[in-house]
């Protein structure tokens, strides 16, 4: 009982040093990247990219599951909903000026959460419709093999249903 117990503490302790190990390395990244963008005089791109891809980060930190599949699903669409504008930013004449445009325009953020929401959908969705599909998949399987069956009961008689 008591070896259980240590296994399961040891466990837990594995996973919860994995997922400090992953914060940290989350952060460090997101530090290189803010000290760049600041480094080249970009850093309303900087304030656009850490408030764009905190929906992805607030994944990344609550999914538990191995893989982390949600927080990647997740991370992907908000990277979608949040590159455009930041290359629209990057291309401009002028991109600290349209960065602080963008920072106060709320369909800006709309469209960046809304990918993010997207992600979150396609999550919570998708096994559903899956699921469906699947028991649709089955249900056909099951009428087809039961006219099988009768088939096989009119040609060799009531004696092969045993």
Same mark, same amino acid.
């Given at each position: 009982?008591?070896?259980?117990?240590?296994?399961?503490?040891?466990?837990? &302790?594995?996973?919860?040093?994995?997922? =400090?190990?992953?914060?940290?390395?989350?952060? !460090?990244? $997101?530090?290189?990247?803010?000290?760049?963008?600041?480094?080249?005089?970009? &850093?309303? !791109?900087? $304030? !656009?990219? *850490? =408030?764009?891809?905190?929906?992805?980060?607030?994944?990344?930190?609550?999914?538990?599951?191995?893989?982390?599949?949600? &927080?990647? %699903?997740?991370?992907?669409?908000?990277?979608?909903?949040?590159?455009?504008?930041? !290359?629209? $930013?990057? %291309?401009?004449? &002028?991109?600290?000026?349209?960065?602080?445009?963008? =920072?106060?325009?709320?369909?800006?953020?709309?469209?960046?959460?809304?990918?993010?929401?997207?992600?979150? $959908?396609?999550?919570?969705?998708?096994?559903?419709?899956?699921?469906?599909?699947?028991?649709?998949?089955?249900?056909? %399987?099951?009428?087809?093999?039961?006219?099988?069956?009768?088939?096989? *009961?009119?040609?060799?008689?009531?004696?092969?249903?045993?």
């Amino acid at each position: 009982m008591a070896d259980k117990q240590a296994d399961t503490n040891k466990d837990a &302790s594995k996973a919860n040093s994995k997922l =400090m190990m992953n914060l940290v390395i989350m952060v !460090i990244v $997101v530090v290189v990247l803010i000290s760049g963008l600041m480094a080249v005089g970009l &850093s309303y !791109i900087a $304030v !656009i990219v *850490i =408030m764009g891809l905190l929906p992805g980060i607030v994944a990344y930190i609550l999914d538990r599951r191995k893989g982390k599949a949600a &927080s990647r %699903t997740i991370m992907g669409f908000n990277l979608a909903g949040l590159l455009p504008q930041v !290359i629209s $930013v990057l %291309t401009s004449p &002028s991109p600290n000026a349209l960065a602080r445009e963008m =920072m106060s325009n709320p369909f800006t953020w709309f469209w960046v959460y809304l990918f993010a929401c997207f992600g979150w $959908v396609v999550i919570h969705l998708v096994p559903q419709i899956a699921y469906l599909f699947l028991s649709l998949k089955a249900e056909y %399987t099951v009428k087809r093999m039961r006219s099988q069956q009768e088939k096989l *009961i009119k040609e060799w008689g009531e004696e092969i249903k045993s």
